[in-house]
């Protein structure tokens, strides 16, 4: 099972990500999780990506491409991965489709998670994450027990550095101008499963795997 999740930034990519993991057993590939860990560790990469990132701008194709490129080459991934923010332009669906082909192989399913627009402002500068276990909370719908920390394992929760007002709002016009026609483009190769993403996590999540047959 090849899947790709696509949605605006708050559309809760990542937290169905997660779930989907767990039920079908099979890696969450995330280039916004791989980009903060290179950030984190300092690595040349990450330092590249930064100015990017904190801008709300998308990192060049060819860095993703490249990343995603070695990642499925990886053992976990050979009975199938979901890929989670990537890819984010045409320019990087069309390199997805060219290594894929390849090796023999494809996407069998974009479930496109929809989420309008004036609701995603307030769930993104609202996110919290754990810096250990990265799990995902928000103020307001989902707090955690104990104000800034972690459920599952008592880690601090920190807000992204890319989840403040000024650069919420030009992650946004990036996704419109440059991700949304992605819809398009699987919609024509008859790919797309289109999801109603507001609800509960777990209503949204039926309906991720209702859709997935
Ligand atoms: P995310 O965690 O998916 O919201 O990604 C956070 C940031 O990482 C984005 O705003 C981009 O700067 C960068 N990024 C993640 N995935 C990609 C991608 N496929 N193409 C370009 N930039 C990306």
Redesign the pocket.
């Known amino acids: 099972m090849n899947l790709v999740l696509l949605g605006p ?1 708050g559309a809760g ?2 937290t169905q990500a997660k779930m989907l993991v767990e039920k079908y057993g099979i890696p969450q590939i ?4 791989i ?2 860990t290179n950030l984190k560790e300092q690595t040349e990469l990450g330092i590249k ?1 930064k100015k ?2 904190d801008a ?6 060819e ?2 491409i490249g990343i995603i490129d070695n990642r499925l080459k990886a053992d976990d991934c050979q009975a199938g991965y979901m890929l ?6 045409v320019a ?1 669906a069309e390199a997805l489709d060219k290594i894929l082909s390849e090796r023999n192989s494809g996407i069998d399913d974009v479930i496109s998670i929809e989420v309008p627009n004036d609701e995603l402002l307030g769930r993104l500068t609202g996110r919290r994450t754990c810096r250990d276990c990265g799990q995902g909370y928000h103020v307001i719908f989902d707090p955690s027990q104990k104000e800034g920390a972690c459920d599952k394992c008592g880690g601090e929760l920190y807000q ?1 550095d ?1 989840d403040n007002e000024a650069t919420v709002a030009s ?1 946004l016009e ?1 996704y419109t101008e440059q991700t949304q026609p992605l819809i398009d483009y699987y919609q024509k190769k008859g790919l797309l499963r289109p999801v109603n993403g507001l609800g509960k996590i777990q209503e949204i999540f039926d309906r991720i795997v209702s859709v997935l047959g």
């Open positions: 930034p990519k990542g995330s280039t916004g999780d980009l903060r990506a990017f990132m709300g701008d998308l990192v060049p194709d860095v993703v989670d923010g990537f890819p984010r332009t990087q992204r890319d992650r990036v």
